[in-house]
């Protein structure tokens, strides 16, 4: 089994940048590719962004790449999504969810079987 718990979420201004944290448990943990995504009151859950069990490649939603990166350090079993610039629009709960399959996290954002609770991001104007 692998456990994730997001944390570092939190109440920002325009402008401003948060960093979150995915921690996570379970001994095969190494062996996932982990992905980071959000859902916004009203609308559906949205891909941001992945890192590959290595760390050695990364993925990006088109409308993010820029402001947001993520990365990886499998020695503190923790994956991070740093967030810059942030925006309104990125008001959302930000989950982490893992899967053997890369490819899998952004074609298919329902499809994984370990995810958080989630972290909420409140972007003021």
């Known amino acids: 089994q692998v456990q994730l718990v997001e944390s570092g979420g939190g109440l920002v201004q325009a402008g401003g940048s948060l960093r979150l944290s995915c921690a996570a448990s379970g001994r095969t943990f190494s062996s996932y590719a982990v992905g980071w995504f959000r859902q916004a009151p009203g609308k559906e859950r949205e891909f941001i962004a992945a890192?590959?069990?290595?760390?050695?490649?990364?993925y990006y939603a088109d409308f993010l790449k820029g402001r947001f990166t993520i990365s990886r350090d499998n020695a503190k079993n923790t994956v991070y999504l740093q967030m810059n610039s942030l925006k309104p629009e990125d008001t959302a709960v930000y989950h982490c969810a893992a899967d053997p399959e890369f490819q899998r996290l952004w074609l298919d954002p329902y499809g994984m079987d370990y995810w958080g609770k989630g972290t909420l991001v409140l972007v003021s104007s």
């Open positions: 890192v590959t069990y290595t760390g050695g490649n990364t």
